[in-house]
Each structure stands twice: as structure tokens, then as C-alpha cells.
């Protein structure tokens, strides 16, 4: 279940990622900088939703401010996706195949939302295996039996 979150993760993160380079482009921004600005916004959400699973029993103002980062992370790949979207939608065939700016913004929201879903449910996952697994640990060891069906000793 964790391999198939990241895959889907990556893959809406990759197709987010043209859009945070677009907006990075239209911006002014140099090549390079525009190459290197979703890596910032993408890596500032990474270790947001990191800090929202480690910080769970932490005080508020803590786990407020992760989720802050995460939301604003989240946020501005959404913004950048649906810019870039209307963007083309302006650009496109008169005689071919156009949707309205709201179906656009829409469909175009749809990638960076499932990229900090499949990042928050990888996390999750990951944590509650973690601890299904201490908690199977420490119950074989209080029963005296191991993960081999060997004694404990």
C-alpha cells in the first residue's frame, strides 16, 4: 500500500511540478531558477507533512505551524497548476476541443492535491506500521515468544 501511495504521489507531483516551473518562468525567473523553484515549494511541503507526523503529541503552536507550511505549500502549487491551466486554456485551436476556465482551474488543482494527499498518506501509513509492528514486538516479548517462533530468553 505505501509503494502504490509514492507511486501516484511522484506521478502527481511530476505533473505538478510543470506547472510550479511555469509559473516560476512567467515570473521572470531564470531558467535555472525556474527549474529549481518547484524543488523549493515541493520540498517545503515534504518536510511540512514530516513535521505534522512527527509532531503529534506536540503542543499546538507547533503542529499549527507545520500544518501552516503544508497548507501554504499545498496552496501554491494549487495556485501555480490553475494559472498555468487557464493560461493554455487562452491559447487553445478555435476548432478544437475547449473547456471553460472553471472545469480548467478544476481539472488542474486535481495534481497538486494528490501529491500532498498520497505525501500526508504515505507518512501516515508509515507511521501506523511502525507502530503495529513495536506494538506486535512487545507483545511477543511480555508473552516470552519471538517473531521466529523461538523462545524468548
Known amino acids: 500500500m505505501r509503494t502504490a501511495t509514492a507511486v501516484v504521489g511522484l506521478i502527481a507531483a511530476a505533473i505538478s511540478y510543470d ?16 527549474t529549481l523553484f518547484p524543488l523549493v515549494t515541493g520540498g517545503f511541503t515534504l518536510y511540512s507533512a514530516y513535521a505534522i507526523a512527527a509532531l503529534a503529541g506536540a503542543p499546538l503552536r507547533e503542529r499549527a505551524y507545520a500544518w501552516m507550511g503544508f497548507t501554504l ?7 501555480a497548476n490553475v494559472l498555468r491551466g487557464l493560461g493554455l486554456n487562452q491559447h487553445t485551436d478555435p476548432h478544437g476541443w475547449r473547456l471553460d476556465d472553471i472545469p480548467v482551474a478544476l481539472f488542474s488543482a486535481i495534481s497538486p492535491l494528490a501529491a500532498a494527499g498520497a505525501l500526508l498518506l504515505w507518512l501516515l501509513l508509515s507511521q501506523h506500521t511502525g507502530k503495529a509492528a513495536r506494538h506486535r514486538n ?6 516470552g515468544t519471538t517473531t521466529n517462533g523461538g523462545t524468548a530468553r
Not at 510550479?20 to 531558477?33: I, M, P, Q, T, W
Not at 512487545?138 to 508473552?143: F, L, R
Open 138 to 143: 512487545d507483545t511477543e516479548s511480555a508473552q
Open 73 to 79: 505549500g499545498t496552496a501554491v502549487a494549487i495556485w
Open 19 to 34: 506547472g510550479l516551473r511555469y509559473l516560476a518562468a512567467a515570473g521572470h525567473l531564470s531558467g535555472s531558477e525556474a
